[in-house]
Each structure stands twice: as C-alpha cells, then as structure tokens.
Nanobody, 123 residues
Framework: QVQLQESGPGLVKPSQTLSLTCTVS??????????WSWIRQPPGKGLEWMGG???????YYSPSLKSRTSISRDTSKNQFSLDLSSVTPEDTAVYYC???????????????WGQGTQVTVSS
C-alpha cells in the first residue's frame, strides 16, 4: 500500500518561503502513469490544487500560483518537495500531498493522500 507523509515547518513568517517535503513509501515516484501533487485547503475553503510532478519529471503548476511555486523531487529518497515563495497570511492552510493517475499532461483522480500538515503564515 502506498503511503505519503508531509513534513516541514508549521509556522512561516510573511515574505518567507514555505518548504514542504512528501516522503512516499510502498511505491516509486518514477512509476509510469502516476503523478504527485500538492493540494491545500485554507480554513473554511475548498481544496486547491497547487501543482504536481509526473513520473517522468515533468512539472505542472496552477496558473494562479505558478509565479511563486516550485516542485522538485529526489528520486534517491523517493521524495518530492514544494517551495512556495513570498508567503502571506492567505497561504495559511492544511497542505496535502497526493498521488494521481496521470497520462499525457492530465492529472486524473487522486487515490492516495498524505494526512496533511497545517502551515500557518504569521509574524
């Protein structure tokens, strides 16, 4: 069974960079036809897909966050990471990593999720 676990600081100051890592076990992040996403949920709001990284290393970003977001991977550790720069209190949310079925640039439904990690942006 695939398991995902988010890690990173729970508190980030405004204007700084939020950095999170997702460690995957039970499956490789390079397995064909899967992609690995970052998704967040601000308090009282719905889920927002931030971006993802396909099995072949291709990256995709939400247009609204693209200028501030970078997603990378470390295949030796079976991890992928999120950097979100210039954060504001509006970036306060529960951040999730998830696995999706993927083909030709399209992310399909997510079948495995991490438990989520709360990140608060505050001075």
């Amino acid at each position: 069974q695939v398991q995902l676990q988010e890690s990173g600081p729970g508190l980030v100051k405004p204007s700084q960079t939020l950095s999170l890592t997702c460690t995957v076990s039970g499956g490789s992040i390079t397995t064909r036809y899967y992609a690995w996403s970052w998704i967040r949920q601000p308090p009282g709001k719905g889920l927002e897909w931030m971006g993802g990284l396909a099995y072949d290393g291709s990256t995709y970003y939400s247009p609204s966050l693209k200028s501030r977001t970078s997603i990378s991977r470390d295949t030796s550790k079976n991890q992928f990471s999120l950097d979100l720069s210039s954060v504001t209190p509006e970036d306060t949310a529960v951040y999730y990593c998830a696995r999706a079925f993927y083909s030709s640039g399209t992310f399909y439904y997510n079948d495995y999720w991490g438990q989520g990690t709360q990140v608060t942006v505050s001075s």
